[in-house]
Nanobody, 120 residues
Framework: QVQLVESGGGLVQAGGSLRLSCAAS????????MGWYRQVPGKQRELVAQ???????NYADSVKGRFTISRDNAKNTVYLQMNSLKPEDTAVYYC??????????????WGQGTQVTVSS
């Protein structure tokens, strides 16, 4: 089994910054794509950013230029640097990882979520 543990959420004023981290542990052969999603009550979970094993990145239009996703493959960790935060960025943020437990066996895993609250 694989566990994803997120950290770094919290309360920040508009215009401020936060850095989220998500560390994967357990039975890991390799990790393909990793990413961050967010969800507010009553709405669907939406993609924020994702990064491939080759470090190709993709961002939601709403966060382009403000958020940066990165990863440390040696630590099986993905990061989300969030700058110029806005009240509309308030949500529970979830990390996800596409993990291979062997060359032929792949599964998607999710973290437990971390709350980000941006006050105006």
């Amino acid at each position: 089994q694989v566990q994803l543990v997120e950290s770094g959420g919290g309360l920040v004023q508009a215009g401020g910054s936060l850095r989220l981290s998500c560390a994967a542990s357990g039975r890991i052969f390799s990790i393909d794509a990793m990413g961050w999603y967010r969800q507010v009550p009553g709405k669907q979970r939406e993609l924020v950013a994702q990064i491939t094993s080759g470090t190709i990145t993709n961002y939601a239009d709403s966060v382009k230029g403000r958020f940066t996703i990165s990863r440390d493959n040696a630590k099986n960790t993905v990061y989300l640097q969030m700058n110029s935060l806005k009240p509309e960025d308030t949500a529970v943020y979830y990390c996800t990882a596409d993990v291979r437990s062997s060359f032929y066996r792949r599964s998607d895993y999710w973290g437990q979520g971390t709350q980000v609250t941006v006050s105006s």
